[in-house]
């Protein structure tokens, strides 16, 4: 603590011991007696100790290092408040094998991530949509056939109660978090790895691969939503994500507008499920799906926790997504692998397939049958595409 935050005071060995036995509630006759050594020479190392870190007196230094502790327990206690979010999604909606962990990064924030399947398998790197969960959920058998170790960090404003609204409102919270994983790729995993991303999180998987090429090798993006695709005008889920982009464009309206959304929608499981028939008209297998009929399990409390805890992580990836989207999509110019079911009504197999026009760096590959949610109801095809596709 000492060295946290007086950094540029230099204390002996000595000087230590005796402010620590001091903080303890020894005084300098009894500390001196322990270390037999004379009041003075105890007397001497305190009196040194307080010039250093500019204190008149004992009294003084006790004061000054006091606060400094209780600051730390402080941070202490937020820090433990954060992470309780992340980790009662884990345990309540993850499969028991997922791994939880927390790496601080050499620029002062920390990273939050999930790791799952085989410990040695090879390392893909995922980085996930607001939707993702359907594809965690389904995933630990698939990776274990596979040997994939699928790394996923939980992105700056997902399941997070730290504000984020500075970097939010600012409109730099997305490039923190291209940052920060690419800080976490560079000195944690320090090797080439696989790219996988899903819906939105496909974005944030081509700017990394862009950030730094040289650790990446294969990309792979899962049901890419495409804002603003014309097929988009004529189907139900393609305007509910046009009109909920609009929102993010708008300072502070986004999050006033989920909170209202999911007390109105979550608040009963009646106008979830009918929440689902509208915006998945069209794909009766996603019907299935987010309600459980197919895949792992009903979306209903998953999908409310995420979005109670996750309102700036999600309305920025709209905002990032809607103004810098196309950009990204237009400067892709190595290989990249799209994955998408012929069923999304999100964003149709056309607009995906219209990508590759005149750039031979891009290939799809069709999903037969499925819908946006693929991977929860056909992960053994999902799963079967990405082992054939990895590096």
């Known amino acids: 603590i000492i060295k946290l935050f007086n950094p540029e005071t230099e204390l002996m060995a000595s000087e230590l011991r005796t402010i620590f036995q001091i903080l303890s509630g020894s005084n300098p006759g009894s500390a001196a007696q322990a270390d037999k050594v004379s009041v003075e020479t105890k007397r001497t190392h305190l009196k040194r100790a307080c010039a250093k870190l500019g204190c008149a007196g004992q009294h003084e230094l006790i004061r000054l290092l006091m606060g400094q502790m209780i600051r730390v327990i402080y941070l202490c206690e937020v820090d433990s408040t954060h992470l309780r979010i992340t980790q009662t999604f884990t345990t309540r909606h993850l499969d028991s094998g997922v791994r939880f962990s927390i790496q601080h990064l050499r620029n002062g924030r920390q990273l939050r991530y999930w790791e799952m399947g085989p410990h040695d398998g090879h390392p893909l790197l995922f980085m996930h949509g607001f939707l993702s969960p359907f594809l965690l959920i389904n995933a630990p058998e698939h990776l274990a056939k596979h040997n994939i170790r699928l790394i996923t960090p939980v992105r700056s404003g997902y399941l997070d109660d730290l504000t984020q609204s500075e970097a939010f409102h600012a409109g730099t919270l997305c490039d923190d978090i291209v940052e920060d994983i690419s800080l976490f790729v560079e000195d944690i995993l320090a090797v080439p790895i696989d790219l996988l991303g899903d819906m939105f999180g496909g974005f944030f998987a081509l700017q990394l691969e862009k950030k730094i090429p040289d650790l990446f090798g294969t990309v792979i993006i899962n049901s890419m939503h ?73 979306s209903y409390e998953w999908w409310g926790y995420l979005l109670k805890n996750s309102p700036l992580g999600v309305a920025s990836d709209f905002r990032y997504v809607t103004t810098r989207g196309p950009d990204i999509l237009k400067a892709i110019d190595r290989p990249v692998v799209f994955l998408h079911g012929v069923n999304n009504t999100f964003t149709t197999l056309e607009e995906i397939d219209n990508l590759a026009t005149d750039k031979p760096q891009i290939r799809v590959v069709s999903l037969p049958d499925a819908g946006l949610l693929g991977p929860a109801s056909h992960p053994q095809l999902f799963w079967d595409e990405i082992a054939r596709n990895l590096g």
Request: hydrophobic letters at 40%.
């Open 226 to 298: 495409i804002l603003g695709a014309k097929q988009q005008n004529t189907l139900p889920a393609g305007k509910f994500l046009s009109a909920v982009g609009k929102l993010a464009r708008r300072d502070r309206m986004y999050e006033l507008v989920t909170r209202g959304f999911h007390k109105a929608v979550f608040s009963s499981e009646t106008a979830f499920k009918l929440l689902l028939r509208r915006i998945f008209k069209g794909s009766p297998i996603d019907i299935s799906t987010a309600l459980g009929d197919v895949g792992a399990g009903y």
